[in-house]
């Protein structure tokens, strides 16, 4: 086992998910165990690996007029809800369907933000009915809809405004949503027009602004541009005679995949009140809404090798994980690292795309990764706490995987895999 010796211990941007020997170890359980008692494809959480990023964020907080608000769609299963849930953190939700997750979950309705370009009647219903701290409005005719549907509740919609600041915040860009060609919010331009109309509508009540740049950012730049961009109409809507009670900057921060160093929430949340502070800001409430930073680097994909191929061009690894269970390579051409759960010599390396079963050219989740593999092997996909589990599909009518929760030396079955009974339920057959 030399090659296997001279791997990384821990692996960087990745606490609790670390190698003791050859054996890559999630907490204190050996990820090829985990794969053999509940078989593959598992999503494995490490429970600490929450915890610990979660804690960044309220110890940062601590002090500070700083509400935290998870944004649900990163990873959005029960047990992980629970876990915020009872550290006090309140949830940014973009759908009825996270709303109603949060509340199965213990969340409290008074700490949900419900944010998204399109909400329907049902769910804006919904979400007052739940009493929600406030519905997010990214367009005028949104929030005349808004308003309707709470004049015929006979209820008031405390409502913030989403503003496009029209600024880069240099990711991928179908993660970019804060530039002017984007979908998202409402143009600087129309911010204060958006406004004045907010205080002809009977059944709303403005509370606050907000603004969401992007995913997966590095650095600290766009987020101070943006937050420049806010206070200016902050100063401009104010001096119109309406109140803002909070300023809501997102969410956004990117994890490590790869060799990127995003500042810690620590740094970002310093940097976002020694802006506020340096313009006489710094007693404004602010929330954020981060999600991929605190789940992405405390979960795994675990997968198994199928198939050993060779091509005239490549060697393929054909693994029982494909882009159903992780769209992230095959939609964003991203990277995420590929470990081998029990590591060899390195003997027999070779460049692998590692590949799923699914019928698409497309299905691949690692290109090109030097491994030492037989079948039969387990491989783990790092970084997949965030958007793995939450966008999988059902593609080729393939169950979604199952899901587990390590915590220390017990691992908990948070999510069953699914059965053929669970996805054929809800279909019917037309009459003989
Ligand atoms: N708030 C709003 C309004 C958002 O649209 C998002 C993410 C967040 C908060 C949380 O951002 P985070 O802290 O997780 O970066 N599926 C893509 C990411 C899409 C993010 C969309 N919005 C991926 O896998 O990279």
Request: proline share 4%; aromatic share 6%.
């Amino acid at each position: 086992m030399s090659h296997a010796a001279s791997l990384p211990e821990t692996l960087p941007g990745h606490p609790h998910i670390a190698r003791r020997g050859a054996s890559l170890m999630i907490e204190s359980l050996p990820a090829s165990e985990l794969a053999q008692r509940f078989g593959t494809p598992l999503y494995v959480y490490s429970r600490a690996g929450i915890e610990q990023a979660a804690r960044a964020y309220s110890d940062a907080a601590r002090g500070r007029p700083l509400a935290l608000r998870y944004a649900v769609k990163a990873n959005s299963s029960l047990a992980v809800l629970q876990l915020l849930a009872r550290q006090g953190w309140g949830f940014d939700v973009v759908s009825g369907g996270e709303l109603g997750r949060v509340l199965a979950a213990g969340g409290d309705a008074a700490r949900v933000v419900f944010s998204g370009v399109g909400k329907t009647r049902d769910e804006i219903a919904a979400a007052l009915r739940a009493g929600v701290q406030c519905l997010n409005v990214e367009s005028l005719s949104e929030l005349e809809r808004v308003d309707r549907v709470a004049g015929e509740l006979g209820l008031v919609a405390p409502v913030s405004l989403r503003i496009n600041p029209d600024v880069d915040p240099r990711t991928h860009p179908y993660i970019s949503t804060g530039l002017r060609n984007n979908k998202f919010g409402i143009a600087q331009t129309q911010a204060r027009q958006a406004y004045a109309r907010c205080a002809g509508l009977a059944n709303l009540r403005v509370l606050g602004i907000d603004v969401h740049i992007g995913s997966q950012i590095t650095q600290i730049g766009p987020y101070l541009d943006a937050l420049d961009r806010v206070l200016e109409l902050v100063h401009d809507i104010e001096r119109d005679g309406i109140t803002l009670h909070h300023l809501d900057l997102g969410g956004g921060l990117g994890i490590r995949y790869a060799d990127e160093t995003p500042p810690s929430p620590g740094e970002w949340i310093d940097a976002l009140y020694e802006r506020l502070q340096s313009r006489g800001q710094g007693h404004r409430q602010v929330l954020l809404e981060p999600g991929r930073s605190v789940v992405g680097n405390a979960g795994v994909l675990l997968c198994r090798v199928l198939t050993l191929k060779d091509t005239l061009e490549r060697h393929f690894a054909v693994v029982d994980a494909a882009m159903n269970d992780l769209m992230r390579p095959a939609l964003y051409e991203a990277w995420q690292r590929i470990e081998p759960a029990q590591a060899r010599d390195g003997g027999h390396s070779r460049r692998y795309d590692v590949v799923g079963p699914v019928c698409e050219s497309g299905d691949w989740l690692g290109r090109d990764r030097l491994l030492d593999l037989r079948e039969d092997d387990v491989l783990a996909i790092l970084s997949a706490g965030a958007y793995g589990m939450a966008m999988a599909s059902n593609y080729n009518t393939r169950g979604r995987a199952a899901e587990v929760l390590v915590d220390g030396e017990q691992a908990h079955l948070i999510r069953e895999r699914e059965s053929l009974d669970d996805l054929l339920r809800g279909e019917r057959m037309l009459a003989p």
